[in-house]
């Protein structure tokens, strides 16, 4: 994991993100937020269990599925399993220590 703090890379509604093999943050004070820093640990966890271009081409092909069907860009993202699995287990810190090979599928429905 390499964290890179850049404002200019994001969103002004994102704080951050995982593009592997980087966490890139919104702004330095994030670092000391764990639960922040492990949900996109969860990303990158789930980035190299695809190969990481799948796991971009899946995310993509789900969100444009969940955007149909929500019809809500917002609850598309939130419904994405990869996003469910990252913020049901966020809070989580050992989360990863026990989490099993691809787990997101259980979040597909």
């Not at 002004?12 to 937020?33: E, H, R, T, V, Y």
């Not at 969940?66 to 913020?87: D, G, L, T, V």
């Amino acid at each position: 994991m390499i964290v890179w703090v850049n404002r200019f890379l994001l969103r002004k509604k994102f704080l951050g993100m995982a593009l592997w093999p980087f966490i890139i943050l919104q702004n330095k004070s994030l670092l000391s937020d764990a639960v922040f820093i492990n949900h996109e640990k969860i990303h990158l966890r789930q980035q190299a269990e695809m190969l990481i271009v799948f796991f971009y081409v899946w995310y993509v092909f789900e969100f444009l599925l969940r955007w149909i069907q929500f019809k809500s860009r917002y609850q598309a993202y939130k419904n994405i399993s990869f996003e469910r699995e990252a913020y049901t287990n966020e809070k989580d810190l050992d989360y990863l220590k026990k989490r099993s090979f691809w787990c997101f599928t259980k979040y597909l429905f």
